[in-house]
């Protein structure tokens, strides 16, 4: 992965080991259609991993909330096409959004089969982090199949510990942000 020129706050033009260029930018309003379209190119699997449950399509409602994050309390860079946005096909999405109440705020992320494998996970994970110690958060967590070992290895190669919550089938995952 190469990261390229000088660029807005949260956008980064990369070069991925089989040369395709892709942008990391914070998400859009404008992503909403497009993100529904990469949404039906998804493996079950992966979207049962990022979301837990299966779902059969991403909803305009959905579509339309997930795009459209608080920027008080929620963060989401997509994985993009190196173009407008609205036309750029999005191949992946990883948001952090705050607890009320807490100082912890709670990760998911996916990276499409398509562009997987080539460091984009562990790229957009350490983004979340910036972002969380940015806004002095105390924790970063969130749940993992127990079955997602490609996600249970990154995490902890970044340094969250596991712990076991109450759902069966289910890792939560806790990176301690408050420096020491
Ligand atoms: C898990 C996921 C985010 C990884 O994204 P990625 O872009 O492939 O990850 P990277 O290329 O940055 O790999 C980072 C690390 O992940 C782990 N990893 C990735 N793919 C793996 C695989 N097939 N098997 C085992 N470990 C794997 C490794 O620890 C790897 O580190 P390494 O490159 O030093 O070996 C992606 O596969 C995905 O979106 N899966 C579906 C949704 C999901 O599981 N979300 C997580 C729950 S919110």
Same mark, same amino acid.
């Given at each position: &992965? $190469? /990261?390229?020129?000088?660029?807005?706050?949260?956008?980064?033009?990369? @070069?991925? #080991?089989? +040369?395709?260029?892709?942008?990391?930018?914070?998400?859009?309003?404008?992503?909403?259609?497009?993100?529904? /379209?990469?949404?039906?190119?998804?493996?079950? %699997?992966?979207?049962?991993?990022?979301?837990?449950?299966?779902?059969?399509?991403?909803?305009?409602? #959905?579509?339309? @909330?997930?795009?459209?994050?608080?920027?008080?309390?929620?963060?989401?860079?997509? $994985?993009?096409?190196?173009?407008?946005?609205?036309?750029?096909?999005?191949? +992946?999405?990883?948001?952090?959004? &705050?607890?009320? =109440?807490?100082? %912890?705020?709670?990760? /998911?992320?996916?990276?499409?089969?398509?562009?997987? =494998?080539? +460091?984009?996970?562990?790229?957009? &994970?350490?983004?979340?982090? @910036?972002?969380? @110690?940015?806004?002095?958060?105390? !924790?970063?967590? =969130? *749940?993992?199949?127990?079955?997602?070992?490609? &996600?249970?290895?990154?995490? !902890?190669?970044?340094?969250?510990?596991?712990?076991?919550?109450?759902?069966? +089938?289910?890792?939560?995952?806790?990176? *301690?942000?408050?420096?020491?």
């Amino acid at each position: &992965m $190469v /990261a390229r020129n000088r660029l807005p706050p949260w956008h980064e033009e990369i @070069r991925l #080991a089989n +040369g395709r260029d892709v942008l990391i930018r914070p998400i859009r309003p404008d992503d909403a259609a497009t993100l529904r /379209a990469g949404f039906e190119l998804l493996k079950p %699997d992966e979207v049962r991993q990022r979301f837990l449950y299966s779902m059969k399509e991403l909803s305009p409602e #959905a579509a339309r @909330r997930l795009t459209r994050p608080d920027p008080r309390t929620e963060f989401a860079l997509v $994985v993009a096409e190196p173009l407008p946005p609205g036309e750029a096909l999005i191949g +992946g999405v990883a948001r952090a959004a &705050m607890i009320t =109440g807490t100082r %912890d705020a709670e990760f /998911a992320i996916l990276v499409s089969h398509y562009i997987s =494998g080539m +460091g984009l996970g562990r790229h957009l &994970m350490r983004r979340l982090v @910036r972002w969380a @110690r940015g806004k002095k958060l105390a !924790q970063l967590h =969130g *749940d993992v199949l127990e079955s997602n070992h490609a &996600m249970l290895s990154l995490v !902890q190669s970044l340094g969250f510990r596991r712990e076991h919550g109450n759902s069966p +089938g289910l890792v939560h995952v806790v990176l *301690d942000l408050d420096p020491k």
